[in-house]
C-alpha cells in the first residue's frame, strides 16, 4: 500500500467523519483538494472556517448567519398563525425548497428516545410551548418521520397542545411513480390510512 503524506491523511480522516462517506471516498474527495490552484483551496478553507460562525435562530432552531433566520425576520410569514414542527433543519429545507408552505419553523434538533438518552428535555419542546402562547399559534404541522420515535414525538406535542390548536400530520405512503409491487407493508398501511376522496 501506498504511503499518503500525513496532511492528506489528516484531511482524509476528517472525512470520513461525514455521513456516508467512506475510505475510497474521503480519498477521492481529498486528492480532487489537493489538485486545485491555491485561490480555490484557500477559498475552500475560508468557507469551512466560516461554518465556526454559524448561529442557531434563536425562535426556531434553524441554521442563520445572525440572532434571527431568514424565514423568522420575514414578517409576512412571523405574521402567520401555522408552525411546521420539523425533526432537524434538513427537514426545513426540504420543506422550503417544496415552494409549497409559508409558514413559520420549529426544529425540535431530533425525536424523544428514551434508548439513547433523549427526553423532553434534551430537544426543543419548552422554546415551543413558549412559542405557542407568544405566537398565539392556531395550527400546528407535525413534520416528523414515521418512525416509533416520531410518533411518540408526535403523541407527546398532541398531550401538551390546548384543545384550540388545529393539529395536523403531514400525510405518508405512496411515493410519486412509484409501484405497489414494490412497497413495504408499513408504507402500503400509510398510503391507506392517509387516502382521500376524489
Same mark, same amino acid.
Given at each position: 500500500?501506498?504511503?499518503?503524506?500525513?496532511?492528506?491523511?489528516?484531511?482524509?480522516?476528517?472525512?470520513?467523519?461525514?455521513?456516508?462517506?467512506?475510505?475510497?471516498?474521503?480519498?477521492?474527495?481529498?486528492?480532487?483538494?489537493?489538485?486545485?490552484?491555491?485561490?480555490?483551496?484557500?477559498?475552500?478553507?475560508?468557507?469551512?472556517?466560516?461554518?465556526?460562525?454559524?448561529?442557531?435562530?434563536?425562535?426556531?432552531?434553524?441554521?442563520?448567519?445572525?440572532?434571527?433566520?431568514?424565514?423568522?425576520?420575514?414578517?409576512?410569514?412571523?405574521?402567520?398563525?401555522?408552525?411546521?414542527?420539523?425533526?432537524?433543519?434538513?427537514?426545513?429545507?426540504?420543506?422550503?425548497?417544496?415552494?409549497?408552505?409559508?409558514?413559520?419553523?420549529?426544529?425540535? #434538533? !431530533?425525536? %424523544?428516545?428514551? /434508548?439513547?438518552?433523549?427526553?423532553?428535555?434534551?430537544?426543543?419542546?419548552? =422554546?415551543? &410551548?413558549?412559542?405557542?402562547?407568544?405566537?398565539?399559534?392556531?395550527?400546528?404541522?407535525?413534520?416528523?418521520?414515521?418512525?416509533?420515535?416520531?410518533?411518540?414525538?408526535?403523541?407527546?406535542?398532541?398531550?401538551?397542545?390546548?384543545?384550540?390548536?388545529?393539529?395536523?400530520?403531514?400525510?405518508?405512503?405512496?411515493?410519486? #411513480? !412509484?409501484? %405497489?409491487?414494490? /412497497?413495504?407493508?408499513?408504507?402500503?398501511?400509510?398510503?391507506?390510512?392517509? =387516502?382521500? &376522496?376524489?
Amino acid at each position: 500500500m501506498i504511503e499518503l503524506p500525513e496532511s492528506i491523511n489528516n484531511c482524509v480522516a476528517f472525512f470520513k467523519k461525514l455521513p456516508g462517506v467512506g475510505e475510497k471516498t474521503a480519498i477521492r474527495q481529498v486528492l480532487f483538494l489537493a489538485g486545485l490552484d491555491m485561490r480555490d483551496l484557500a477559498a475552500f478553507g475560508d468557507a469551512l472556517r466560516a461554518l465556526a460562525e454559524i448561529k442557531k435562530c434563536q425562535v426556531c432552531g434553524m441554521l442563520s448567519d445572525n440572532d434571527l433566520c431568514k424565514i423568522c425576520s420575514d414578517h409576512g410569514r412571523f405574521a402567520s398563525k401555522t408552525i411546521c414542527v420539523v425533526e432537524n433543519i434538513n427537514d426545513c429545507i426540504a420543506i422550503e425548497k417544496s415552494g409549497n408552505y409559508h409558514g413559520k419553523f420549529h426544529v425540535l #434538533g !431530533g425525536v %424523544l428516545n428514551p /434508548l439513547l438518552g433523549q427526553g423532553p428535555d434534551e430537544i426543543n419542546l419548552d =422554546r415551543l &410551548k413558549e412559542r405557542i402562547v407568544a405566537e398565539q399559534v392556531e395550527e400546528i404541522i407535525l413534520a416528523i418521520n414515521p418512525t416509533v420515535e416520531g410518533d411518540a414525538t408526535c403523541s407527546y406535542i398532541k398531550q401538551f397542545l390546548p384543545e384550540s390548536i388545529e393539529i395536523d400530520r403531514i400525510g405518508f405512503g405512496m411515493p410519486i #411513480g !412509484g409501484s %405497489l409491487e414494490y /412497497l413495504d407493508a408499513m408504507t402500503i398501511t400509510k398510503a391507506l390510512e392517509n =387516502r382521500k &376522496k376524489i
